[in-house]
């Protein structure tokens, strides 16, 4: 898998746009960019993932560079349950391969 | 649609003893992972089952952890004989096949994890 590059922490007001940016310099073509976070005491969460295209969900948009190599996971209105830590993985789409969690973005929500 | 569960949530036992964790997924997923986070360290991938193969055991430490998935349903993560360095949350993971599902390949399905510590 190709590597990721995030900052080891941000803080973000409660109810402003929390924007974690994440470098992935070396993404082959066929690898998407996943993003998953893991609040404190419970397991890993899937948020969103993308190949090339902006992607929005429920939970969050993901904007992805024109050239692939850096995206920014977007949550529009934090909360204090959004306090955890981010992970970007790059991922090819072929089931065999593993996803390998990096050290992450621990987010902190500031009332 | 019930998630994906581990039991014990929480397991204490001495240096050289025995635990067994088990995963129960989410109902239809082929796939199964097991992870694990020791503390102050990043999560890692231990192995991955597709049905009740192992496609992926690259991950486990030693000979001293054993996975099985007996029937392609839930699976159990064995330590035998458990040291101190055991201690962590081993989180298991399901997922769909990625062609039948319409959902992405790494969309995994997490567990809350079952925390073990080895005194």
């Known amino acids: 898998d190709a590597k990721t590059t995030q900052p080891p922490s941000m803080d973000c007001a409660e109810g402003r746009a929390a924007n974690l940016p994440c470098n992935h310099s070396t993404i082959s073509g066929n690898e998407y960019v996943y993003w998953y976070r893991q609040i404190h005491s419970q397991g890993p969460q899937y948020i969103i993932h993308g190949l090339k295209n902006n992607e929005t969900n429920e939970m969050a948009s993901l904007i992805i560079t024109e050239d692939r190599k850096s995206s920014t996971l977007i949550l529009p209105h934090a909360t204090l349950r959004d306090t955890a830590v981010y992970y970007c993985?790059?991922?090819?789409?072929?089931?065999?391969?593993?996803?390998?969690f990096g050290t992450g973005t621990r987010l902190t929500i500031i009332p | 649609e019930a998630g994906v569960t581990q039991f014990p949530s929480h397991s204490v036992i001495e240096k050289g003893q025995t635990v067994t964790l088990r995963c129960d997924p989410i109902s239809g997923h082929d796939n199964l992972y097991w992870y694990r986070r020791v503390m102050g360290k990043e999560i890692k991938f231990l192995l991955h089952?597709?049905?009740?193969?192992?496609?992926?055991e690259s991950g486990m430490p030693n000979n001293r952890f054993l996975a099985e998935r007996t029937g392609g349903t839930y699976s159990t993560l064995k330590v035998q004989p458990a040291e101190l360095e055991d201690s962590g949350v081993y989180f298991c993971?399901?997922?769909?096949?990625?062609?039948?599902?319409?959902?992405?390949?790494?969309?995994?399905?997490f567990g809350e994890g079952s925390r073990l510590t080895v005194l």
């Open positions: 993985i790059v991922k090819s789409n072929f089931g065999n391969e593993k996803l390998t």
């Open positions: 089952f597709v049905k009740e193969s192992k496609q992926d």
């Open positions: 993971a399901s997922s769909p096949h990625p062609g039948t599902s319409g959902r992405a390949a790494g969309e995994l399905f």
